[in-house]
């Protein structure tokens, strides 16, 4: 542990970053195990109490899974359930309604003041602005309006192929995602949601307002969607 490594935070959240930035240097692979409560706790220099803490945090965030006699492993960001975790939408038979994205051009500019303020972004912050329209049986469901932080994510426009999603995006960055933030509202389909969603003008559209947050909780991806369901629902898990 280097000098000056703590502030005056709270230990085991300083630990949980500290931890954190194995996981996403890679020090730790997913799918393997970390070294042992006792074990960590005597490497930083704090108490087994302490660092079982922030180990419990990082399983609460689903970064790590806790096995019971072999060990506590990293969960891999890219598997199935975790890419999709922040996808509610469920068909008739509740499974989860995927779609093929196609991700549209990538531009950089001065964030507007919306995009500003969901982001956290000083007035003078720049972000990355695109689109992402899903397909199933090849036909539009859903787009995506996405705006992300240039400074979090440089030379995005070169890497159009990993903007699919915010978890494969955050992990090609070396970042780990977290919790999100969603509001839901019904909006109708102006003429360019219109075309892309192969849809009348003035249709009724499922409009999603998300912001996907990193661990460290600051905000990673900003995205507007629009969404027609023929048959379907959005679930929401309480409690």
Not at 164 to 179: E, H, I, K, M, P
Not at 208 to 236: I, K, M, Q
């Amino acid at each position: 542990m280097t000098e000056n490594r703590f502030s005056t935070r709270p230990l085991y959240l300083q630990l949980r970053e500290a931890l954190l930035e194995r996981i996403a240097a890679g020090q730790w692979k997913a799918g393997n195990a970390i070294p042992n409560e006792s074990d960590l706790a005597r490497e930083f220099g704090v108490s087994p109490g302490t660092m079982r803490k922030a180990l419990d945090l990082l399983e609460s965030q689903r970064v790590l899974t806790r096995r019971q006699g072999r060990g506590t492993f990293i969960n891999d960001q890219n598997s199935a359930e975790m890419a999709q975790r922040y996808n509610k939408l469920r068909g008739p038979d509740g499974r989860p309604v995927l779609g093929e994205p196609e991700v549209g051009p990538i531009s950089e500019g001065a964030a507007s003041e919306p995009e500003a303020r969901r982001l956290s972004l000083e007035p003078e912050g720049r972000v990355y602005r695109f689109t992402r329209t899903y397909f199933r049986e090849h036909r539009p469901f859903m787009m995506d309006q996405v705006a992300v932080p240039a400074t979090m994510f440089p030379g995005l426009e070169k890497q159009r192929e990993v903007a699919t999603d915010v978890v494969t995006l955050a992990q090609r960055y070396g970042l780990l995602t977290g919790s999100a933030s969603e509001r839901i509202t019904i909006a109708s389909a102006d003429a360019t949601r219109a075309d892309i969603l192969n849809v009348a003008p003035g249709a009724p559209l499922l409009n999603f307002d998300r912001v996907v947050f990193e661990l460290n909780g600051l905000p990673l991806e900003w995205r507007l969607g629009y969404c027609h369901l023929t048959s379907g629902y959005y679930l929401a898990a309480l409690g």
